[in-house]
């Protein structure tokens, strides 16, 4: 049985292990400074819903009603409206970098009334604002709702995932521009997506390495810190520096990042970086079972004595702690070693959760340990 546990728990750490540290391009661990979304939000209206929409409680839904009618020429009084086919929205959606007007972008519609759902809705033109409260792009469309509803008679209700929140493929246009200078005074800054010291000095050596590629002479990339790299744009260059940022990030590096360990309690899920070290150390892992048995016993009065037969409760408790004794862990400097002296223990992956937590503890772990 201790095989077989073994060689699952081995299966389990030959698929969650990280693999050793490859070659990676400069646009897959970081970007140039100002290439970043923006996110957007609005409020609008759904309407065409099936009697699943907003009550009358929903206030702010009556008023944004009578207002959308009133803008269309429609003058109505709140109180002679009536819903249940239409729903207060929020609408959310990132406007892409460097996106220009025109482009499409999706959104994400979802109830805030009391809407049940928003199935077979149509979202009403919405104007998309930034946190500058500059609107960006206008939505509108049809929404897709992942799963359905059914409601009967009497009130019973079949409900297949979420309802209340809904996306729309390209529903929204973009109508602004976020304007971005992306070498300001001729010098490119790549900003890292995980920073860490060892990684920028590789970037700014590869930059280094094809500078005469580039266009550039020696010196004209360095590391500024942990996160951002700096490189001078060549003056030959600096009228196309989209071309430029582009044989930039298909240059290759090896990432070097700090050896951590991630563990999920819930899952049993355990990943494990390449530069993951343990020392020499004693563990014992054993489960604790508790045993509660109930034995009813009968308790009859003495001879001539005024009583009755009672039933008395009478239980015994029993605790008995197993699992194996101490077993010694040898230390190890490379992830098939680790592997090796893990399997070594004979436990389930979830039982190797606390195993890693406490050598962690103890100090046996040469890594970053993070806990989902």
């Known amino acids: 049985m201790r095989s077989l546990r073994a060689l699952g728990l081995a299966a389990l750490l030959l698929v969650v292990f990280a693999l050793p540290a490859q070659a990676v391009r400069i646009k897959d661990i970081g970007r140039a400074a100002g290439v970043r979304g923006n996110q957007l939000v609005g409020y609008g209206l759904v309407i065409g819903l099936d009697r699943t929409g907003d009550t009358q409680r929903s206030a702010f839904t009556l008023q944004s009603l009578s207002s959308m009618l009133s803008r269309l020429g429609v003058r109505v009084d709140p109180k002679d409206l009536i819903l249940r086919d239409v729903a207060a929205v929020m609408i959310t959606a990132t406007l892409p970098a460097l996106a220009k007007p025109g482009t499409p972008i999706d959104v994400t519609v979802s109830a805030i009334g009391d809407a049940r759902s928003l199935e077979g809705g149509t979202l009403v033109l919405t104007p998309l604002l930034a946190v500058n409260g500059q609107t960006y792009a206008m939505a509108q469309g049809p929404i897709q709702v992942g799963g359905f509803g059914a409601v009967g008679r009497s009130g019973s209700r079949l409900v297949q995932n979420h309802l209340n929140v809904g996306r729309i493929p390209s529903g929204a246009i973009v109508e602004r521009s976020v304007p971005l200078e992306l070498a300001e005074g001729g010098v490119l800054r790549i900003q890292l997506d995980r920073p860490d010291f060892a990684t920028a000095q590789a970037v700014a050596q590869a930059v280094e390495g094809a500078a005469p590629a580039l266009g550039g002479a020696a010196g004209m990339a ?87 037969t009672a039933i008395v409760p009478s239980s015994r408790i029993t605790a008995e702690r197993g699992g194996p004794p101490l077993k010694m862990v040898a230390p190890a400097t490379t992830l098939q070693a680790v592997v090796r002296s893990l399997n070594a223990l004979g436990a389930s992956p979830r039982d190797l959760v606390e195993i890693l937590q406490a050598m962690h503890a103890a100090g046996a772990i040469h890594a970053e340990l993070v806990v989902l």
Do not use: C, K, W, Y
């Open 222 to 308: 360095r590391a500024v810190d942990a996160g951002v790299v700096e490189v001078t744009v060549p003056a030959g260059r600096q009228d196309a520096v989209a071309s430029f940022i582009a044989d930039v990030e298909v240059l290759t590096l090896t990432p070097d990042f700090p050896a951590r360990v991630v563990i999920n309690g819930r899952t049993g899920t355990v990943v494990m970086g390449e530069d993951v070290q343990i020392g020499a150390v004693a563990v014992s892992h054993g489960p604790l079972t508790i045993e509660v048995q109930e034995r009813p016993v009968a308790v009859q009065p003495a001879p001539l004595a005024a009583g009755e």
